[in-house]
């Protein structure tokens, strides 16, 4: 058990510690800006230009996830499987575990490769329309 002396020397170690790793970050932040300071003394006004860290998005915009279900009763559920060996094992047992747990739910199956081909987008979509939600059956 440590004393309450020895528990003060403890934090004050600890604190010295984290005041030092903070000298070591700010340092690193300002001896740049420093630099360029010290560079442009002589040339008139000091101007620093400050980037913005984030990225811009690029490419086609996100669409947003759909609304979840309340409940599966009496919904139409669709099952794709993407053709895997495990998600062949898989299917037959989650239509088993869905049917006895929520006995009004309608399933309908769907195999989907898992490369693309030239049909892909067509079928997700097939899929999509005629279910009121999907389940991905992955196997990896």
């Known amino acids: 058990m440590l004393s309450v002396w ?12 984290n005041l030092g790793v903070l000298t070591i970050l700010l340092g690193s932040l300002i001896f740049p800006v420093f630099c360029q300071m010290e560079r442009a003394m002589g040339e008139g006004p000091v101007s620093l230009t400050v980037l913005n860290p984030r990225a811009e998005i690029q490419g086609p915009k996100p669409i947003p996830v759909s609304p979840r279900l309340r409940s599966l009763e009496g919904k139409k559920i669709g099952l794709i ?3 895997k060996e495990s ?16 006995p009004r739910v309608e399933l309908k199956s769907w195999s989907i490769y898992y490369r693309p081909f030239e049909n892909k987008d067509k079928a997700l979509l097939e899929a999509a329309q005629a279910c009121d939600g999907v389940i991905l059956l992955l196997g990896d």
């Open 6 to 17: 020895e528990g003060a020397s403890e934090m004050k170690d600890k604190r010295l510690k």
């Open 87 to 102: 998600a062949t094992l898989l299917q037959p047992e989650m239509e088993r575990a869905l049917k006895e747990s929520i």
């Open 81 to 83: 499987n993407n053709t």
